[in-house]
């Protein structure tokens, strides 16, 4: 029988995405270091991209990632599925496929090992289903919780994706629900519905393997996953120097009751690093305070978001539904750089 200090909410004070550091204090931290200035390294981290691109060869290259955090939920192999997709998710938003998977722990002496089993169990679980192997990793001990993985993947290089360059004209595509860090800041407080959970729980433990296996054949300029850092700024960087984006906050696809929770200020810290982040460049004032906070949300192993051929937008929509991401909606549209960055119709 586990503890009840064996709890992993009880045992860490943030969770999930939630806990990453904000985008620009990271910017800031990154901007003096060097790099090497190898020309094989096709995408480092200048744009905030979801991994790096290291060439190998003429026709292929390698897509490098890492990711962990502490758990947003007590059940250590619900846990353990989750951190693993979301780790596993950078590798199909730059086009490609993972390959090898690594296992990155830090976990409290005093808890119990069998909790551990049961995180690594469940990472395990979403590996396989990738379609990667698991070849190691790494573990130490800390005063929280945490698991992830580092994950290499392969592409070709005439494939890959990246997250700031979208065509003016493309729709934009969401392909998860926002809204699960606002209802797992109402789980942490025993406020949050079952069946709200059990939709975030569906959602974050959800691959994007099959929406970007949906986008062959589909043309596709740009592509990003929705995480920490919320749907607002992924969208700012998406637009990078020469875009600007349109969104549609009617379609936004969410959890429904993550709205009524927004209302009730059941919120996280991380969302509001993200509106402090976004509001010298996007004014969100006149919309109703839930799309705002849901826009801010910190999104957990969250959906991809891809710019496509407004020809072909709907069509690539309804494949995304059809393979299983029953929220997949357009939600917005690319523009030419206009003064605001970020408009809303």
């Given amino acids: 029988m586990v503890k009840n ?17 904000e985008s620009e204090g990271l910017s800031r931290l990154l901007a003096g270091l060097q790099t090497g200035g190898d ?9 905030s991209d979801d991994a790096a691109v290291y060439q190998i060869d003429d026709e292929r290259s390698l897509i490098c990632t890492v990711d962990f955090f502490p758990p947003m939920i007590n059940d250590a192999k ?20 993972p390959l090898l998977a690594l296992n990155l722990v830090c976990f409290p002496e005093s808890m119990d090992k069998r909790v551990l089993a049961d995180i690594l169990s469940g990472g395990a679980e979403k590996i396989t289903e990738a379609g990667a192997v698991l070849g190691g990793g790494h573990s130490i001990y800390d005063k929280e919780p945490k698991y992830g993985l580092s994950v290499t993947g392969i592409v070709k ?27 797992m800041a109402a789980l942490r ?31 596709v300029s740009a592509c990003t996953d929705v995480t920490g850092f919320g749907l607002l700024v992924h969208a700012l960087e998406m637009a990078g120097d020469s875009a600007s984006i349109m969104l549609y906050p009617d ?32 004014d969100v004032s006149l919309l109703p305070f ?17 710019a496509a051929s407004p020809d072909e937008a709907e069509e690539l929509a309804a494949r995304i539904r059809s393979a299983g991401d029953e929220y ?6 690319i523009m030419p750089r206009k003064e605001d960055v970020i408009l809303f119709r």
Wanted: aromatic residues 6%; contains cysteine.
């Fill in 39 to 47: 020309p094989r390294l096709l995408v480092g981290y200048d744009t």
């Fill in 189 to 219: 407080v025993e406020m949050a519905d079952e069946a709200a959970v059990g939709r975030a729980v569906a959602s974050m433990e959800r691959l994007n393997r099959y929406a970007a296996e949906s986008m062959a054949g589909f043309d």
């Fill in 157 to 183: 290089t005439s494939m890959v994706l990246r997250n700031n360059t979208p065509k003016a004209g493309h729709k934009l595509i969401l392909t998860k629900p926002l809204g699960v860090g606002i209802v």
């Fill in 78 to 97: 619900t846990f353990g599925r989750i951190a693993a997709a979301n780790a596993l998710s950078d590798v199909w938003a730059m086009g490609g496929r």
């Fill in 5 to 21: 200090n064996d709890s992993l909410l009880s045992n860490c004070v943030s969770g999930g995405c939630g806990a990453k550091i």
């Fill in 290 to 306: 839930a799309a705002q906070e849901l826009m801010f949300d910190p999104q957990t192993s969250g959906g991809l978001l891809i």
């Fill in 328 to 333: 997949a909606a357009v939600i917005g549209e």
């Fill in 251 to 282: 379609a936004l696809p969410f959890i429904p009751e993550a709205a009524g929770y927004a209302d009730e200020y059941l919120l996280t810290a991380a969302g509001q690093r993200n509106r402090n982040r976004v509001e010298k460049s996007v």
